[in-house]
């Protein structure tokens, strides 16, 4: 079954506890990007690749990393993370870079930081 | 500097009666258009596209949007509501010229089915 792969689903950690949220889609997507949702400010971009190794920044990437050694993986790094961070987060991915194509949803990972 | 706006937070109808979720964009040219539905606990879902084909767009679920340029508009319709409708609805566009990494989100539409 085609699909965007997010882990963990749930977690809470404390502040400065590096933690990092896993993303693997099945589908040879060159495309793939993390957004977080937060209620009122609907889904904002924090990274995005355009294929492996090739990495930019979205609209709100600061206390954010990512890396895209893999074609599948794209993995959220939060090296120290805050409060301001809780959110729920979403990884996405599509075939090309193109604005034709639709983008695929990963469930999400709602994160706490206390 | 583009921007999508989706008019109404929240839209309530009775299960039967037609669904209608507005959205309008500014672009100086023709982008590309998509409405994404959310369920509780779910990743979004692409109900239907708009990437200057033909301006009446048929999706998934009996959903349509149409593509109006002289109104900047691309509004979700449905004739007849049902209960699994119940999401939030997202309309998302592309800016003429851009990419993936320019995808530009409306807040969302919440919609709410009664028996």
């Known amino acids: 079954e085609a699909q965007v792969t997010q882990n963990p689903r749930y977690l809470i950690t404390v502040t400065g506890k590096k933690l990092t949220v896993t993303c693997s889609q099945n589908?040879?997507?060159?495309?793939m990007s993390w957004y977080r949702q937060d209620p009122g400010l609907g889904l904002r971009q924090i990274y995005y690749s355009m294929n492996v190794e090739v990495t930019d920044k979205g609209d709100v990437p600061e206390g954010y990393k990512v890396s895209r050694k893999e074609k599948r993986n794209f993995p959220l790094i939060l090296e120290s993370p805050s409060p301001n961070q809780t959110s729920l987060y979403f990884c996405?991915?599509?075939?090309?870079?193109?604005?034709?194509?639709?983008?695929?949803f990963g469930d999400g990972t709602r994160l706490s930081i206390l | 500097a583009q921007s999508v706006t989706q008019l109404d937070s929240h839209v309530s109808v009775s299960e039967g009666t037609p669904v209608l979720l507005r959205c309008n964009y500014s672009s100086s040219y023709s982008p590309s258009l998509f409405w994404y539905v959310q369920h509780p606990n779910k990743g979004l879902q692409l109900l239907l596209k708009?990437?200057?084909?033909?301006?009446l767009v048929k999706g998934i679920n009996g959903f349509e949007a149409e593509f109006k340029k002289s109104e900047t508009s691309f509004h979700l319709t449905k004739p007849s509501a049902h209960m699994s409708d119940a999401a939030e609805y997202f309309c998302v566009v592309i800016p003429y010229g851009g990419s993936q990494g320019n995808l530009i989100f409306g807040k969302g539409t919440k919609l709410s089915v009664k028996p």
């Open positions: 708009y990437t200057s084909a033909a301006t």
């Open positions: 589908m040879n997507h060159e495309y």
């Open positions: 996405a991915s599509s075939y090309t870079r193109n604005s034709n194509q639709p983008q695929h």
